[in-house]
């Protein structure tokens, strides 16, 4: 048990002795605890993208200027990995775990040794997919379907705005396979294509939301379709820069005049440098997956300290941006989101 609940323990116990005037001599009463600092151990899914990046910088920033020790664990985008140092954390006995999962399965024994060593786990960003809910305490993140579904209806309105009705062949490059994130966005890409007579989904295949991964998958694309791909879904802004490179090494243009020739290229993330590929109308859509959840974080560790229990599944707000000024809001279902024009000042103004 945590030494810091212990002496708490401790403390009530003799409360209790002494109202039944029981007296403990002095040399029997409990030492005045120390109190040690609240200790976190943050389980991140790896380094593998810039938003990745901004992720644990975000989380190490807010966590430097609270009264919480923050342990991270960089998972390398595997998952035993993350189990591993979850075990490492129990066995330092820290006081909340933070867990961002590389992929959704295969976490009900680690999590359910956290429970049972009363540690609470909140899960961040991508999602977990257990039998028991209460294995953890709150969930935040992003609606990553929802993010596929905006890029997708931005995709038929920039369309219907160009009339274009001619067959359109799009591909595209995915997440982990596995990721919340990808199942999301992979699945609203898979439904539109399905939806649209004239639409052609060529193939999937994962670039790992790695540059590197990105460009070789469209380098392979473009040896199999040649002329025939007009659309390429990045389920990330590092696949998307690997991808640009590859077309225009393949003596390509990326663009928005698909009538012309140019491959229409949609992201994900809203980075700095996807959003200045944005403005420069390399990336036709890009739809935002904030990554800043470190003050997030701390507040909620706050209230958990105050003994208030958060959300137990949050969704956070997300934006879109284009340099297209024909699309100012997109429809889902029944609610409208804005698309924002990339300008120089937004980009000065964004915090990653
Ligand atoms: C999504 C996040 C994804 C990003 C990628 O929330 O998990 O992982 O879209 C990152 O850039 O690698």
Redesign the pocket.
Known sequence: MKKRRLAGVVLLLAAVLSSCGIKKTEEQQPASPKTERITVGFSQ?GS??D??MASTASIQDAFADSPYTLLFNDGQQKQENQIKAIREFIDQDVDYIILDPCVETGWDSALMEAKEAGIPVIVI??EVSVEDESLYTAWI??DFYLEGQRAMKWLESYLQKENYEEPLNLVGIQ?TIG?T?QIGRSRALEEAAAAHDNWTLLEEQTGD?TEAKGKEVMEEYLRKYKDEIQVVYC????EAYGAIDAIREAGKKVGMKIKDGEILVLS??ATHGGLQLTMEGKIAVNTE?SPLYGKRLVRMIDEMEQGELPEHHTYIEEGQFSNYSGIRAIWVVDNSYLVTRVTEELLEEREY
Do not use: H, K, P
């Open positions: 899914v593998e993208s938003w990745r960003d991508r993140g992003s997440g990721a994130a939301y389920e990330n802004d590092n994900f993330d997956c």
